[in-house]
Nanobody, 120 residues
Framework: QVQLVESGGGLVQPGGSLRLSCAAS????????MGWYRQAPGKQRELVAF???????KYADSVKGRFTISRDNAKNTVYLQMNSLKPEDTAVYYC??????????????WGQGTQVTVSS
């Protein structure tokens, strides 16, 4: 049974920081590309940060220079360090794990989400 469990969300003031964690079980974590997505009320889910199984990363333009994704394969955990938070970062943040299999097939798993609210 695959589980992705996010933690670390909460309420923070503008300019503050939070660190999200996503602990994975039931998968060979090191094989998977990992991503953080977010969904604000009334908006579509969007990619925030991505880290491949080879530790290459990419970020949404809106978070470049403020957010950092990292992974610890020994702990089966991916992190999202969020600094200089803005009210527009308020959203539910989701962890995603993807493994490409044969052509046209892949394993794709999601966590339950963690709420991040940036407000004074």
């Amino acid at each position: 049974q695959v589980q992705l469990v996010e933690s670390g969300g909460g309420l923070v003031q503008p300019g503050g920081s939070l660190r999200l964690s996503c602990a994975a079980s039931g998968i060979i974590f090191s094989f998977y590309d990992m991503g953080w997505y977010r969904q604000a009320p009334g908006k579509q889910r969007e990619l925030v940060a991505f880290m491949s199984s080879g530790s290459r990363s990419k970020y949404a333009d809106s978070v470049k220079g403020r957010f950092t994704i990292s992974r610890d394969n020994a702990k089966n955990t991916v992190y999202l360090q969020m600094n200089s938070l803005k009210p527009e970062d308020t959203a539910v943040y989701y962890c995603n794990a993807v493994l490409s299999l044969a052509v046209g097939a892949r394993n794709d798993y999601w966590g339950q989400g963690t709420q991040v609210t940036v407000s004074s």
